[in-house]
């Protein structure tokens, strides 16, 4: 099945500062998302993301689906940033959504 | 539009009992998914559902059930709770098109305890 990595595996922050994930996959995929598990467990969907770059509000998320890596930058980061973010991606050949490993950010006021 | 809701939040149930997790989705969505969330070992998939009428096991099948009988419902059963199934559980769909199933959405999560 296709190998799904993130770094760095944790991010301590102060409010306002900028910080980028990064989550490295193993084969060609082009249906690749990003999520927010919050302190609370939920699952919020940031970006569904196959390629190129997209924007939502301070946060954005750029894909080089050749290159096989995806970025999420966060912007002047907020306390309610913290939580753990996961990128994933279906795989077909077990029909699952494979996670990567997850990056614990948390933003100190 | 509600996206996809689990309920319930929470649940305590003894050893032995039966229960169902219901999820619903207002989306259209052909692709329903169940998933339980343990510490150290990720998110991992039970059941899912490619459309109505159709569905198969995932990685950790053994004392669930599910069906399908319309698009927006795809309810979870324990035949015979243990209390190795305590954990969170997520219900997730998708549309599906081509290759690609388009973005996941989640429901708010089902606390289970086991006792």
């Known amino acids: 099945g296709i190998q799904v990595e993130q770094s760095p595996p944790d991010l301590i922050l102060q409010e306002g500062a900028n910080s980028t994930l990064r989550c490295n996959f193993s084969?060609?995929?082009?249906?690749l998302q990003w999520f927010h598990q919050n302190p609370w467990g939920q699952l919020i969907n940031l970006f569904y993301?196959?390629?190129g770059t997209k924007q939502n509000g301070r946060l954005s998320a750029t894909t080089v689906a050749t290159e096989r890596y995806s970025l999420l930058y966060i912007s002047s980061s907020q306390t309610t940033d913290s939580g753990v973010y996961f990128c994933?991606?279906?795989?077909?050949?077990?029909?699952?959504?494979?996670f990567g490993t997850g990056t614990r950010l948390t933003i100190i006021p | 539009n509600a996206g996809v809701t689990q309920t319930p939040k929470f649940q305590v149930l003894k050893t032995g009992q039966s229960m169902t997790l219901q999820c619903a989705q207002d989306?259209?969505?052909?692709?329903m998914s169940w998933y339980r969330q343990d510490p150290g070992m990720g998110l991992r998939l039970i059941h899912y559902?490619?459309?109505?009428?159709?569905?198969d096991q995932g990685e950790v099948p053994n004392g669930y059930n599910v069906s399908r009988s319309t698009t927006e419902d795809f309810p979870l059963r324990l035949l015979s709770a243990a209390p190795s199934q305590t954990s969170v559980y997520f219900c997730?769909?998708?549309?599906?098109?081509?290759?690609?199933?388009?973005?996941?959405?989640f429901g708010s999560g089902t606390r289970l305890t086991v006792v």
């Open positions: 997730a769909s998708g549309s599906t098109r081509g290759q690609g199933v388009d973005g996941y959405t």
């Open positions: 084969d060609s995929v082009n249906n």
């Open positions: 993301i196959p390629s």
């Open positions: 994933a991606v279906h795989d077909f050949g077990n029909e699952k959504l494979t």
């Open positions: 989306m259209n969505h052909e692709y």
């Open positions: 559902s490619v459309g109505a009428g159709i569905t």
